[in-house]
């Protein structure tokens, strides 16, 4: 059965990554994952397959993990009989509250509660994109030559500025992404992320490479802008609403190029909010 729920897993994450080409407005790879996802589907059980389909069809999430004892979806304590059925992987368990499929996880990263981004105490409530990020998440200058050099970069900033507990188990979570499908997309955009960081909430951090790096986008554009994401499973479909935001906002030269000239972190910072007041609520 681990076979079967790690096959659903990835089928999942396929049908995300389908979902958020189409956020961002990007053909690059489509035909390659409608392939996958066909191939991956007619290997699973008849009756698994409808069942995915029908889960697949409310909301992005069909099959998630426990994260501390709770269904990573809803929200709902878990008796522990049912944790520890889950944890057999005899057959398939669902979540008694929402009905998504649950499966049990090793240690994913984790996001450090008292420092997610716009949850500060003593300062006014946050609008936009200042939900997301902050100041000190924006790396005007990153150094690295490659993709996942410069991944690493991002994750280890994170970590440094305490926003993630382990930055090497985020860049390894983040490159097994990376495989599946590239998120570099038109415009020498690129979306990395990681999926499943719980204990906080969506959190955003904005690298910028005045070079270039190969991200693996259409053709042969170098990836220029990258707007790295950690998100709680909960958060997934809110996500692609915010990547069609980012996209939207940075669609248009003068955007790009205005983030591109910011030296500092501040700079990047008021730039980012500034240009993304429109699309992003
Ligand atoms: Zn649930």
Redesign the pocket.
């Known amino acids: 059965m681990q076979k079967i729920i790690n096959h659903l897993v990835q089928l999942q994450e396929l049908t995300l990554a389908r979902a958020e080409q189409d956020a961002s407005m990007s053909s690059g790879h489509l035909d390659q994952l409608d392939q996958s996802i066909e191939t991956l589907t007619n290997e699973l059980p008849l009756e698994t397959q409808s069942m995915m389909a029908r889960m697949l069809n409310k909301g992005p999430l069909a099959i998630v993990p426990i994260a501390n004892k709770n269904?990573s979806?809803?929200g709902?304590s878990l008796p522990l009989s049912v944790i520890q059925a889950v944890r057999s992987a005899d057959k398939l368990h669902s979540?008694p509250?929402?009905g998504?499929v649950l499966y049990y996880t090793t240690a994913a990263p984790r996001q450090t509660s008292t420092r997610s981004a716009g949850r500060r105490r003593q300062e006014p409530p946050k609008v936009g994109i200042e939900r997301f990020s902050a100041p000190e998440l924006m790396i005007p200058r990153l150094e690295s030559g490659d993709r996942d050099g410069i991944i690493a970069e991002i994750c280890h900033h994170m970590e440094e500025k305490s926003f993630i507990d382990n930055g090497t188990l985020l860049t390894e979570e983040a490159l097994k992404r990376e495989a599946i499908v590239s998120t570099a997309v038109d415009h020498g955009l690129a979306f990395p992320h990681v999926r499943g960081v719980e204990g906080g909430g969506l959190t955003l951090s904005l690298g910028i490479s005045e070079k270039g790096v190969k991200f693996g986008g259409p053709g042969r554009t170098l990836t220029r802008i990258i707007f790295f994401m950690v998100i709680p499973t909960a958060a997934s479909a809110f996500y692609l609403k915010l990547l069609s935001g980012l996209t939207h906002a940075f669609r248009k030269e003068d955007a790009r190029e205005k983030l591109m000239s910011e030296e500092t972190p501040e700079g990047l910072w008021k730039a980012l909010v500034k240009l993304t007041k429109s699309s992003i609520s």
Do not use: F, G, P, T
């Open positions: 269904c979806a809803c709902m979540c509250n929402c998504r």
